[in-house]
């Protein structure tokens, strides 16, 4: 499409925090950077699937929610955040609204949600950024928001400030090391022990590499980089001291680039939401599965409530899960198990009294099938996509089981992201019917 830049009411907001508004055809527009009831000049762009993309050319009538993004990175295009223009207030409850759509599309409707749990700005521990090679500069930061172009960061709101105090020594790094030849990226942990770094890289570390990693661990504080070719396997570069985080009082020593929830307040949020789903007294001999357990996270508050089995697929995580068990004499069993594969048959879930799960971005889909058809008395299910959440739940709404519970959880503060903490147990579920479309979605 091209020509003048038509006059568009924007009605809603899209999935992925953009504008959402019709063309006079019918053809939905979702523009960048615009807000529900705003009027605005937008240029539609190549039509996809869904609709079209638009560029905001000129907001007419500004919502009353717009604010001014704290983050002058956002003003230049950074694709890290998706909604600092909006007030926080209007995001929560847009956060929330996700969540009742994604259950109401599984055909749970009208279940209500809890407030969202918002976390501070700030917080956020891990980071995954990229890096270009240009020239004699090195870029380090976020994609542009639909471009594989890297904004150099100097800055960032969301961050915990300490790892963005560690850029401009990175970059001056990594002008000298020739294993970055064009591009890689750079996972940074921030753990208990210091920043705990990755490197991918398109070339080959040298000897004089390791020496400079070396130094550079010494110089920042770091107790471990590790290196990794672009698609491989990652191996320490430089050792410098333990890389140890604590999960609920229980010291883990993750692998480099170990996945973390986002935000120490984050994670308090899942387990208190988490732990407020299980009923006050187990059934049987209290015995709880913690599915893709990863490192422990809900694993080891978990064992406060009952006997744990916990179950990942991810060999490096199951050890550091396994040894951190050990030491701490907290009653978890670690069992490595790829659950997309071979998930749990209804005769192995027969001895839970709870199941929780936490699944990849994609869901579960093969384990809530047998799920759904067991007699485990309560399943809480930690989502952190709302798309594989509404195509998880349909699996208990067609067996019969309720929500007892749903709360949004934001630790990914002004994206589009959501998580939400969702139990469900057995019973009558709500009628069947057509789905309720919420105000403002798409």
Not at 29 to 35: G, P, Y
Not at 158 to 163: A, G, K, T, W
Not at 164 to 193: C, K, Y
């Amino acid at each position: 499409m091209s020509g003048a830049a038509p006059t568009l009411r924007i009605t809603g907001m899209g999935a992925a925090g953009d504008g959402l508004s019709v063309l006079p055809d019918g053809t939905p527009c979702f523009v960048a950077r615009a807000l529900p009831g705003e009027s605005v000049r937008a240029l539609p762009g190549a039509r996809r699937r869904e609709g079209c993309a638009a560029t905001l050319v000129e907001i007419l009538e500004p919502s009353p929610d717009r604010v001014a993004p704290p983050c002058p990175h956002f003003v230049e295009g950074c694709g890290g955040c998706a909604v600092q223009h909006w007030a926080p207030d209007a995001q929560a409850a847009w956060k929330q609204a996700q969540v009742a759509e994604a259950l109401s599309r599984a055909g749970f409707r009208d279940v209500p949600v809890a407030p969202t749990v918002t976390t501070p700005a700030g917080r956020r521990r891990r980071a995954d950024f990229a890096l270009r090679r240009a020239g004699p500069a090195i870029r380090i930061g976020f994609h542009a928001a639909g471009s594989g172009e890297v904004l150099d960061l100097s800055a960032c709101t969301v961050l915990d400030p300490r790892i963005v105090a560690l850029l401009p020594a990175l970059r001056g790094l990594l002008r000298g090391v020739r294993a970055l030849r064009r591009e890689g990226s750079a996972v940074v942990n921030l753990l208990d022990t210091g920043p705990d770094l990755l490197l991918r890289t398109d070339g080959t570390l040298t000897a004089e590499d390791r020496v400079a990693l070396a130094g550079f661990g010494e110089r920042q504080g770091l107790p471990r980089i590790a290196w990794a070719p672009k698609d491989g396997a990652a191996e320490a570069a430089a050792q410098l001291g333990p890389a140890t985080i604590a999960l609920s009082g229980v010291e883990v020593a993750p692998a480099p680039g170990a996945f973390l929830q986002a935000s120490p307040e984050g994670e308090a949020a899942i387990i208190a939401a988490v732990l407020a789903a299980l009923p006050a007294k187990l059934s049987g001999r209290g015995r709880i599965a913690d599915l893709h357990a990863g490192l422990g996270t809900l694993s080891f508050p978990l064992a406060a409530r009952g006997r744990v089995t916990a179950f990942e697929g991810d060999a490096a995580a199951i050890a550091a899960l396994s040894a951190a068990a050990g030491r701490s004499g907290l009653s978890v069993t670690a069992t490595r198990r790829d659950l997309a594969r071979q998930p749990l048959t209804a005769t192995e879930l027969a001895p839970f009294a709870a199941v929780v799960l936490d699944p990849p971005f994609a869901g579960a889909a093969e384990q809530v099938a047998l799920l759904a058809r067991s007699q485990v008395p309560v399943v809480v299910y930690v989502s952190c996509n709302p798309a594989a959440l509404s195509r998880d739940a349909r699996a208990f709404a067609a067996a019969g089981w309720r929500v007892t519970a749903a709360t949004p959880i934001d630790q990914f503060v002004h994206s589009a992201q959501v998580e939400a903490v969702i139990a469900f147990t057995p019973g009558r579920a709500a009628s069947p019917g057509p789905s309720r479309r919420l105000p403002g979605r798409t």
